[in-house]
């Protein structure tokens, strides 16, 4: 135990930052099954469903090793804000329509951020923590998104239930817009910090 807590005050403080926004964005973050689920409101024959979803998919990975190349020349941390905004928008017009023609482009669009954010995140850590630390940076990142999983799903679906279907994607959006808007204060604080050494 002692050494459990040796390690983890080792790690810098902006790694705790960091892991509070990926807490704050994971919490309006819910199970992908909702959206199915409110694909179907649509109208759509349900044998569709697992084809809409493929685009995201497809999207995602065709993706994932260009945007990783950006992410080394640009910054993971301008790509993290893109991909935030970007699923804040996309929540929040899944919460707005209900066209099947709008989900297929915002699928799309949800497999963009996918990819903008996925491999992003996971760089930051290696970037963040150092090299005999990476174990214990990478385990409390994914037992950060673990724990917050469950809530936000729990939270998304008391509002589908007791609001209506369009409140857990509101919500959603106003969680990943306060993660973009914390992670731009992450990145101005960083810049602080390095002009002032």
């Known amino acids: 135990m002692i050494f ?3 390690h983890l005050k080792q790690l810098p403080r902006k790694f705790y930052f960091f892991l509070a926004i990926i807490f704050v964005f994971t919490l309006g973050n819910s199970a992908d099954a909702l959206l199915l689920v409110k ?9 569709y469903i697992p084809f809409v979803y ?14 990783g190349k950006i ?21 929040f017009l899944f919460g707005r329509f209900n066209s099947i023609n709008i989900f297929v482009l915002l699928f799309i669009l949800y497999g963009v951020y996918s990819a903008l954010t996925d491999t992003s995140q996971k760089a930051m ?21 673990g724990i917050t999983l469950l809530p936000a799903s729990l939270i998304a679906g008391l509002l589908y239930d007791k609001v209506n279907s369009n409140a857990p994607f509101y919500f959603g959006s106003a969680m990943a817009l306060t993660a973009t808007i914390l992670m731009i204060v992450f990145v101005i604080s960083e810049k602080r910090k390095n002009h002032a050494v």
């Open 4 to 6: 459990i807590l040796f």
């Open 39 to 47: 694909t179907t409101e649509t109208g759509i024959n349900k044998a």
């Open 54 to 67: 493929m685009i995201f998919n497809v999207v995602s990975v065709f993706l994932a090793i260009p945007i």
């Open 71 to 91: 992410s080394d020349r640009i910054g993971r941390e301008t790509l993290i804000i893109v991909g935030f905004l970007l699923y804040a928008i996309v929540y």
């Open 125 to 145: 850590i290696s970037d963040i923590v150092s090299k005999d630390l990476k174990g214990t940076g990478f385990g409390l990142y994914h037992a950060v998104l």
